[in-house]
């Protein structure tokens, strides 16, 4: 039975291409149930795009198939992708768009680090962790033709999700690949014994900022929250507590400053790659 | 047979949090049919919620299981809902957000009244029309394990929407409530016996002034409406027709202020809440 | 088996209307996959939605149901419309919805002329091309009762999709008629042998300046663009090619003015009916 297709772009809400996409799907896997995870990215930010992948993909069945196409290169030799995971296939341009979903099978060790992040994060040629597989698309009998210059999701990634969740294997897309381009994420990093320093990866709708400091992060104990010359005494459990700032850990494990009934981002003026420390109080 | 599940929150487009609650869904209840009311819902207005959800629900199938999450209480011992009506299931935080669900319930001459509304509506709780049976979702074994702090939808609402789905009996999913929080929703009253008194509840896309004024609130014979300081001299059947300003009957069966191929909330300056009163003319 | 429904509108985000469109749909035919266009026209900009559809139906299944609501005139005598073209039926008011689904089925050499259009584009009477049939929905048995003065989306033409999902026969939705309303829609026209003078259709998400000129409408050799005052020396095969101005045939097979990471229309301040032209370099 096929499954489930999401669609994740930065083609905004006015125009037909998410359209396009969706009608060059279901003409091939007509009981494909599809799902948007956004299409409000930032025009041409892959690395946001990267990061709500990273996020939502967890929450989908086992076998879902994910197009990620934010794609200012498309039309240059920019490759595209499949990705195979335990959990769930990923077509994308070769980009840095997989950044997260490579990322949470990188080994542990490899994220303990001591220095501070490049930021913005910088774009890397990476190998992949042994429990992915990677394929370039180049079997063109599965695109729709003829495929256009700008607009590879409709010609390129659809019509290939629609066949792989139709039951194509992932070998039958083209070539393995063995290292994929990814942006090199910002870890947190120990600055002392009590100290952990980390960044915000992301501003929410609400203004809530999104950290990479993840509860395991935290030092141990009472923990004082520190982020553009605001001190936060403790960590929260409710939108309803804590003080006019408060920090939290959210609903993907990571600590995010928010503030009752409004925006944090607003009220701190900060954004993405904004510093936040973590110490023991 | 799985039916639909419909999702109204106030998450916006530009992050992953709809996607991950149906991700969920899909997860439990693969043939559902998902359906968005919409993400818009401004920041936290649990009441604009309750308009939307009460307008759209009846144009569902019947069987139609509603998630309806603005939840600012979420981490909090606000307690999570089931409300169980002749036609649907509503899941949503106990936060009045199933105020206008309720309310189509109540005995109509509840809503007599010869008096002005508080404005914004006040929360009390509210005992339950015979028509209706809610429960508190405290079933744990039905959620998504670990419960994140702040997000109940992906956590509790979503699994528990695809259980019921599934067919799930609704009293499976915790203790029956009989009282839960509503909104005292403003009634249309008298002054005097040509003139009945109403408030704008919703301002739409449009920029229409939606009111509480259903076409039996309205006096008897040739009908002049008055808002801000204009006078409306009668009620038109197309918004082609009337003045600049114009007063019709809307799609919900309330009077609604337009204005023809324009916006009458910025062509009057008013909103929500702002009185409307129709005379005889 | 019932197939897909398409739906394009006015109606935005933040209301409820497009659920109530929905819900309706999937109480006639619960198991149709439904599938947004787009719900960001401009407010009765039935032009733009007409534009839309023209773009986005090509990539639909055979026998897909589209709806088109932009409508102004809801409430007056104002026809709505079934139309049928070999490949998929369209319901819209007869209000110019439909002009660019029409026009892909003119004779070509209705379309050759040497004159400059009139913009913005003048709706009249068309014929239909032989290829197609068009209804006026008229049987009102097929529609949600009572219909509403302001909201024919959800009380005719959603029924009537889903009637037509499940199999029902066009001819069952009322009369045929001859000819509908259609936008005098802007020919590319010939200024001299190596000329040829188009005007921009549509603005994208992105601010590309998408025109009318088709890659056959190009004079052969190396091409010219010019717009605005600006001067672009080739058409180029990527985004990334080119200089801060690129032109580039996008992906409906139409010439577009596009920026390097940036938007085309802010640059250069130009919108819908711009003059582009194509010289031979």
Redesign the interface.
């Known amino acids: 039975?096929p499954?489930?297709i999401?669609f994740l772009t930065d083609?905004?809400?006015?125009?037909?291409?998410?359209?396009?996409?969706?009608?060059?799907t279901?003409?091939i896997a007509?009981a494909a149930?599809?799902?948007?995870?956004?299409?409000?990215?930032p025009?041409?930010d892959v690395l946001a795009a990267a990061y709500?992948?990273g996020?939502?993909?967890p929450?989908?069945?086992r076998g879902?198939v994910h197009i990620a196409v934010v794609d200012?290169?498309?039309?240059?030799d920019r490759r595209a992708l499949l990705l195979e995971t335990p959990h769930a296939l990923f077509l994308a341009p070769d980009n840095g768009a997989l950044s997260y979903v490579v990322d949470a099978y990188l080994d542990e060790r490899e994220k303990n680090v001591t220095v501070p992040p490049v930021l913005p994060p910088p774009l890397r040629l990476c190998s992949l962790p042994a429990a992915l597989k990677a394929y370039a698309l180049t079997h063109s009998q599965l695109f729709r033709q003829p495929v256009?210059?700008?607009?590879h999701g409709?010609?390129i990634f659809a019509p290939v999700a629609a066949h792989l969740a139709n039951g194509l294997a992932p070998d039958a897309v083209g070539p393995r690949v063995e290292a994929v381009h990814a942006f090199v994420l910002p870890r947190p990093y120990a600055a002392g014994a009590d100290t952990t320093v980390g960044a915000v990866m992301h501003v929410?709708?609400?203004g809530n900022l999104i950290t990479n400091l993840s509860a395991a992060d935290l030092p141990p104990g009472r923990v004082q929250i520190v982020i553009g010359g605001h001190r936060i005494p403790e960590v929260s459990?409710?939108?309803?507590?804590g003080g006019q700032l408060l920090a939290?850990?959210?609903?993907s494990g990571y600590l995010?400053i928010a503030t009752k009934?409004g925006s944090a981002a607003e009220l701190t003026g900060l954004g993405r790659w904004a510093e936040v420390t973590a110490h023991n109080a």
Request: charged share 10%; proline share 5%; hydrophobic share 40%.
């Open positions: 039975m499954g489930v999401t083609f905004g809400q006015e125009d037909a291409y998410v359209a396009a996409m969706k009608g060059v279901l003409g007509p149930t599809l799902v948007d995870i956004s299409h409000s990215v025009a041409q709500l992948l996020i939502a993909c929450y989908f069945p879902t200012p290169g498309v039309g240059t256009s210059q700008t607009f409709r010609d929410d709708h609400f459990v409710a939108y309803q507590h939290i850990i959210g609903s995010e009934n």
